[in-house]
Nanobody, 125 residues
Framework: RVQLVESGGGSVQAGGSLLLSCVAS????????MAWFRQRGLDRRARVAR????????DYKYPFEGRATISQDSAGKTTYLQIHKLNLEDTAKYFC??????????????????WGQGTQVTVSS
């Protein structure tokens, strides 16, 4: 079965950086779209960034353009999200998600089939 396991969350001071990792196992499709979402409180999960197989088609949602980088290892099994210049509003639970196929057209929660349990990021002043 598919498993996505996130790590790297924790407490960080405003202005700092964080590297989140997501290790995927059980994916049978060779072409997958991997994404990071975040959920603040009871809000819906909002997409932060997504990346296609081979590191192609990486893109970011506001307010992460220019201060986040999504990447994968060469095997495509681990997806990373590095965020710089963290601020208090970045406090959230961050989730890794996966869907078969290319990233095109996959914009929200409902478009992603597999989810990790999430990792909490808390930014303090």
């Amino acid at each position: 079965r598919v498993q996505l396991v996130e790590s790297g969350g924790g407490s960080v001071q405003a202005g700092g950086s964080l590297l989140l990792s997501c290790v995927a196992s059980g994916l049978t499709n060779t072409d997958n779209c991997m994404a990071w979402f975040r959920q603040r409180g009871l809000d819906r999960r909002a997409r932060v960034a997504r990346i296609g197989t081979g590191g192609h088609d990486a893109d970011y949602k506001y307010p992460f353009e220019g201060r986040a980088t999504i990447s994968q290892d060469s095997a495509g099994k681990t997806t990373y999200l590095q965020i710089h210049k963290l601020n208090l509003e970045d406090t959230a639970k961050y989730f890794c998600a996966s869907a078969p196929g290319a990233c095109w057209g996959k914009v929200g929660e409902a478009d992603f089939q597999y989810w990790g349990q999430g990792t909490q990021v808390t930014v303090s002043s």
